[in-house]
T-cell receptor, first 114, second 112 residues
Framework: KNQVEQSPQSLIILEGKNCTLQ??????????LRWYKQDTGRGPVSLTI?????NTKSNGRYTATLDADTKQSSLHITASQLSDSASYIC?????????????FGRGTQLTVWP | EADIYQTPRYLVIGTGKKITLECSQT?????MYWYQQDPGMELHLIHY???????EKGDLSSESTVSRIRTEHFPLTLESARPSHTSQYLC???????????FGPGTRLTVT
């Protein structure tokens, strides 16, 4: 069964600190992995997208890594800001259909305190 | 920021009412999607479309229906709302050659 598991479920950090969020998946055949940021009451916004051949990608203070062999990804946030408080969702796409079906994790709820 | 819009943003409605959630995108994307999301849970695909006059049901069974008469417009309709329909509904779109899906801001539906 294709699944995406994220950890931790929730995380509280102080402003200025770094943190790392984890994503494990069993989706096969793998096409790409995306990290989205979803603010409360808003739609998800894409942070990074990685294909099979990419093992790291950065977007400002966000750096995602991908290990396609172990089927793991991480999202590292550097020098956190209050505006980073949001849910971070790992999404994996398969190659098995024209639609490129997406499998969503439940997200990690990050809270940044001043 | 993606040009995809949803209205209304919030809706509180009584049981048995018919409602239509609007979704529009100005990017000329062929693919459009509707997702349902409960608090703290993952998004579930309920409908998608490859293009005009194409609609398909997603993974999660839904009593809603959709239509795709114009490329830019993908409305979702509930003929008779029930409290079990209370949820957040997210619309998304994507181009043919793009891995990306761009999400709208969502509609928070509450059925009393």
């Amino acid at each position: 069964k294709n699944q995406v598991e994220q950890s931790p479920q929730s995380l509280i950090i102080l402003e200025g600190k770094n943190c790392t969020l984890q994503c494990n998946y069993t989706v096969s055949p793998f096409s790409n992995l995306r990290w989205y940021k979803q603010d409360t009451g808003r739609g998800p916004v894409s942070l990074t997208i990685m294909t099979f051949s990419e093992n790291t990608k950065s977007n400002g203070r966000y750096t995602a890594t991908l290990d396609a062999d172990t089927k793991q990804s991480s999202l590292h946030i550097t020098a956190s800001q209050l505006s980073d408080s949001a849910s971070y969702i790992c999404v994996v796409s398969d190659r098995g259909s024209t639609l490129g079906r997406l499998y969503f994790g439940r997200g990690t709820q990050l809270t940044v305190w001043p | 920021e993606a040009d995809i819009y949803q209205t209304p943003r919030y809706l509180v409605i009584g049981t048995g009412k018919k409602i239509t959630l609007e979704c529009s995108q100005t990017m000329g994307h062929d693919k459009m999607y509707w997702y349902q999301q409960d608090p703290g849970m993952e998004l579930h695909l309920i409908h998608y479309s490859y293009g005009v006059n194409s609609t398909e049901k997603g993974d999660l069974s839904s009593e809603s229906t959709v239509s795709r008469i114009r490329t830019e417009h993908f409305p979702l309709t509930l003929e008779s709302a029930r409290p079990s329909h209370t949820s957040q509904y997210l619309c998304a779109s994507g181009g043919q050659s793009s891995y990306e899906q761009y999400f709208g801001p969502g509609t928070r539906l509450t059925v009393t």
